[in-house]
């Protein structure tokens, strides 16, 4: 393991004071940016790798932005009034950050959740007061859509349904708001825009902002490499229902990670960065590294989706010291 | 000796679409050869280069995680609910 002493460094908005807060909901974004050095040693020296830490967001995942996004809009146009009920499928972290903002605002939350999330993330949803419908677990999210549309349509008029993979809000949110901070964050030195793939709305919606402010930089996702994975909040496009707000044609390159690879990230994050991450982190960092590789100069930020406190329960963290001696992975604990 | 196994969406491309087949043997490890004796490629996916369950798929025989029964050792016998199930659900 290394020894020497990274000078690690925060780079803060431009927010002098402390934050004064109405509500916990004025605490989503403006989330801080953390250059990777120790995981990134090796690549190129006029490269760099940033993670754009989303866990720091009240609900603990990037998802608070589309879900306050959707919900704000909602009410706006009249969708969401008093009376109704937020409704959506999730495997997750939308559903912890919609269950957050429903406690808020005063509306009712019900969710749709494949019954294979993790425990920590049901609970937390629950923890909330949302209403929980556990969908089979076989068939994935994909499942958890289909059980939704037809809670939806044998009571239509009691739902107000964010539907977070056709929403265009969803992106919007990103390119109102992650977009922004990250450009101004590296003060407008970006070059690649790297994310993971759950809805697309974090790739669609930054990487429009992005090729609106510099065409020259690069947008890229990240999915996993097979239709049977384990990188929890990632969708394998070519075997998934396609969300409406995606749209491959707008990205440059798209990265296949395996999930053992992506594992293996989260692992050398918590020993090396002392950064504790989910498994789509690890899968992000992993597609970061692989293009800086082949870079000469070059300024990568990535998302970092969620900490990885909600992780802990699953199989991420079977056998990991075994994993990590197998792999070679230089580790010293 | 056969058992029924319950298949997850992203393995019945293995299948021809079947979300159960019938798979023979007396323990998992000898399912999972039958399965690929049938199906070929679906071992692939299951398991890693030594063999073992990949880390992100849970087999269940009656509702009970083989990982704390006796992994691919778990006897199975005529009648057993066999389930695959990814160990996690993808998409956000």
Known sequence: ?333 | MSVRVRVPTPLRKYTQGADEVNAQGSNVKALVEDLEKNFPGIKERLCDESGKIRRFVNVYVNGDDIRFLQNLETNVKEGDNISIVPAIAGGR
């Not at chain 1, 879900?67 to 009920?85: D, F, H, N, S, Y």
């Not at chain 1, 969620?306 to 963290?317: A, V």
Request: glycine fraction near 10%; include cysteine; proline fraction near 6%.
């Open chain 1, 1 to 333: 393991m290394a020894t020497s002493t990274p000078k690690l460094r925060l780079i803060q908005s431009p927010s002098k004071e402390p934050k004064k807060a109405e509500s916990v909901l004025d605490f989503i974004g403006d989330t801080p940016l953390l250059q990777i050095r120790r995981v990134a040693e090796g690549i190129p020296t006029g490269v760099r790798i940033f993670a754009k830490l989303e866990g720091f967001n009240p609900g603990g995942s990037v998802k608070d932005r589309p879900a306050l996004r959707m919900v704000q809009e909602g009410i706006r146009v009249g969708k969401l009034r008093p009376g109704k009920t937020i409704l959506d499928s999730t495997s997750g972290n939308t559903g912890i950050a919609l269950a957050m903002i429903g406690r808020v605002l005063g509306y009712p939350v019900e969710l749709v959740v494949p019954a294979n999330v993790s425990m920590e993330r049901k609970r937390i949803i629950q923890a909330y007061g949302a209403k929980v419908t556990f969908s089979d677990p076989m068939e994935g999210s994909d499942g958890a859509i289909r059980e939704c549309r037809k809670i939806l349509e044998k009571n239509p008029d009691k739902y107000f349904k964010p539907d977070q993979y056709f929403n265009p809000m969803n992106p919007q949110a990103h390119y109102e708001s992650t977009g922004p901070e990250i450009y101004r964050q590296t003060r407008g030195e970006i070059t690649h825009f790297i994310a993971g793939i759950g809805t697309g709305g974090t790739v669609m919606g930054a990487g429009r902002y992005f090729k609106e402010v510099n065409p020259n930089i690069k947008v890229i996702a990240v999915e996993p490499d097979d239709a049977l994975h384990g990188l929890e909040g990632l969708k394998h496009m070519a075997t998934s229902i396609v969300p409406g707000i995606y749209h491959e044609e707008e990205l440059d390159e798209k990265i296949p990670v395996s999930t053992d690879d992506a594992y293996s990230m989260v692992y050398r994050l918590s020993q090396e960065e002392g950064l504790l991450v989910g498994q789509s982190s690890g899968a992000a960092l992993l597609a970061a590294l692989k293009i800086a590789r082949k870079l000469r100069s070059g300024t990568l930020v990535t998302i970092f989706p969620d900490f990885g406190d909600k992780y802990l329960s699953t199989n991420l963290w079977i056998g990991w010291r075994d994993r990590m001696a197998v792999g070679n992975l230089e580790f010293n604990i």
